[in-house]
């Protein structure tokens, strides 16, 4: 983590050209191309987000804690509570340390559903039944 609390997003300096030479630095990064950290959602008793400002005074929340899911039943989406994370795609520790990403599979009272939406970036779970 930075001092700033921020990441950068850009191409790297470090690449090497197309023939061979290491791309030289012609100016400093710029503030509009920091970004944020991963939010780490986490499986808690009730959901609970945090609103952070974007740029050009956006809010976007941000879920931190997720105890229901929005979960797609037929043609209308139910709210269920999320028992227990199963699996995860992106890491395999993210299960064991109950984080909740996009194609996080979980345990619900209707039964196994994935995640389909993003909640770090969009401050709520959507599922679909397994």
Do not use: C
Request: hydrophobic share 30%; net charge positive; aromatic share 8%.
């Amino acid at each position: 983590m930075s001092q700033f609390g921020s990441q950068f997003h850009g191409k790297s300096g470090r690449k090497l050209k197309g023939n061979g030479k290491i791309k030289l630095k012609n100016r400093d990064k710029k503030r509009y191309e920091m970004g944020g950290y991963f939010a780490s959602t986490r499986l808690a008793a009730e959901n609970g987000s945090k609103r952070v400002r974007a740029r050009g005074g956006r809010v976007k929340d941000r879920m931190q804690y997720a105890g229901y899911a929005n979960l797609l039943v037929g043609k209308a989406y139910k709210k269920v509570r999320i028992k227990a994370i199963m699996e995860s795609k992106d890491n395999r520790n993210f299960a064991r340390l109950n984080l909740i990403t996009k194609g996080t599979v979980i345990d619900t009272e209707e039964g196994k559903a994935i995640v389909t939406n993003r909640p770090g970036r969009e401050g709520f779970i959507n599922a679909v039944k397994l």
